[in-house]
């Protein structure tokens, strides 16, 4: 069983004064979001990041993807050094192009800038708990070495690829971490345990077109997607709410007064169950393959083809609320008063999740709405609660001698 809450008298010090560090956090915050970080193209937060760490002490690495890698090793003597590690991840990249300006605005307690709370609160709550685990009544309790990852990659095409990467790597080294916890946005309440999968394929429907007097017959592209789409629609309702089928974008066609040549759609697959997305997306190509079939029968020769491209692919993936991750996310969340609540998302936690590492992810503290918006506001009020939180689950799973 792992208690956070009875450790409570030798953490109180260092408690206390991570809350009189409000400030700090937040200017640290701050300094985060004003630097850009587009999925893609996270170095310059990186390595404004990997600075800081340093300066505090640390040793940080920057592997092949430009994920941000420290550990933090226990000091006491008797702690074998091949236990499993416990991993907390955090994403550095933003939704937000390049060309999108990062200005911060104040309005009462709200603070206004693209990317302030996902994951700008993640990442100070990232470099909090990197100086937190530096301290000496920390490290010599730990049992473990806490591995802190600042993952690139995390939003829309970047497809998980850091938390994919670490993954792996630490897979190709033998290393099974006990744990992982995905730090991301502001709150102080949620624990997400069911990673949302999910698949976006773009399928694109290719003929030899013509003139639409004259080649009438030709099989045609826009039909095959159009029946596509209609069928795709009957998936839709006979498959939710367990999987959720979209065609989200569309296009086709050249002239208007020719069979084109070209057309395509882009579909976006979801559910909480690993075995229903595949079926969704099994069932997805069939019925593309069936359109294109209906559509060339009159014209076996100049039949029409379809090509599937993979737009995204995030894995599913859940533990139960009886799990012992869950339970510690849920002890140190009432420990610091909160009620805990179950949530589904889609984070790095998805990773760990579909390969049967226990993971969750959990909020850094504070409140805040309209992310990937340019709107987005982070509202500190209460923020030292789920830093707090945050605090006391990371060190309780390094403190933990099993799950
Ligand atoms: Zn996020």
Redesign the pocket.
């Known amino acids: 069983m792992i208690t956070t809450d009875s450790e409570r008298d030798w953490m109180s010090p260092i408690l206390g004064s991570w809350r009189a560090q409000r400030a700090w956090v937040l200017a640290h915050q701050l300094a985060i979001v004003r630097t850009a970080a587009p999925t893609g193209n996270e170095s310059a937060r990186a390595a404004l990041l990997q600075r800081d760490w340093h300066h505090w002490g640390h040793i940080v690495a920057r592997d092949h993807v430009g994920n941000v890698i420290t550990r933090v090793q226990p000091t006491s003597m008797t702690v074998e050094h091949d236990r499993a590690p416990v991993v907390c991840l955090a994403?550095l990249d933003t939704v937000f192009g390049a060309d999108v300006p990062l200005t911060v605005r104040r309005d009462g307690t709200r603070t206004y800038c693209p990317g302030i709370g996902?994951?700008g609160r993640?990442l100070a709550a990232m470099s909090v708990l990197a100086r937190v685990l530096q301290h000496p009544a920390v490290r010599t309790r730990l049992r473990r070495a806490v591995e802190l990852v600042l993952t690139v990659g995390?939003?829309g095409e970047g497809n998980l690829r850091g938390a994919t990467r670490w993954f792996d790597d630490a897979a190709g080294r033998g290393i099974v971490p006990l744990a992982a916890v995905a730090i991301?946005?502001p709150g102080d309440r949620s624990i997400v345990h069911h990673a949302a999968g999910s698949r976006r394929w773009r399928l694109t429907f290719t003929g030899v077109g013509g003139h639409s007097w004259a080649n009438a017959a030709t099989p045609n592209p826009v039909h095959a997607a159009g029946a596509c789409i209609a069928a795709i629609a009957r998936l839709a309702e006979a498959s939710r709410p367990y999987g959720v089928v979209t065609v989200t974008r569309m296009q086709g066609g050249e002239h208007l007064t020719g069979v084109p040549m070209q057309a395509w759609i882009d579909v976006d697959m979801r559910s909480l169950d690993p075995d229903r997305l595949r079926t969704l997306s099994d069932e997805v190509r069939r019925i593309a393959t069936r359109a294109v079939q209906d559509e060339s029968q009159r014209m076996p020769t100049q039949a029409l083809h379809v090509a599937i491209t993979t737009l995204g692919d995030r894995p599913a993936g859940n533990i139960d609320d009886r799990h012992p991750l869950v339970i510690a996310a849920a002890s140190a969340t009432r420990a610091v008063g909160r009620e805990p609540q179950s949530a589904s998302a889609s984070?790095d936690a998805n990773v760990p999740l579909s390969r049967g590492i226990p993971a969750i992810a959990i909020g850094a503290g504070g409140s805040g709405s309209a992310?990937h918006t340019a709107d987005e506001w982070y509202d500190d009020t209460d923020s030292d609660i789920g830093l707090e939180r945050v605090i006391r689950l990371i060190v309780a799973l390094g403190m933990a001698e099993r799950l």
């Open positions: 994403h996902d994951n993640g995390e939003e991301d946005g984070t992310s």
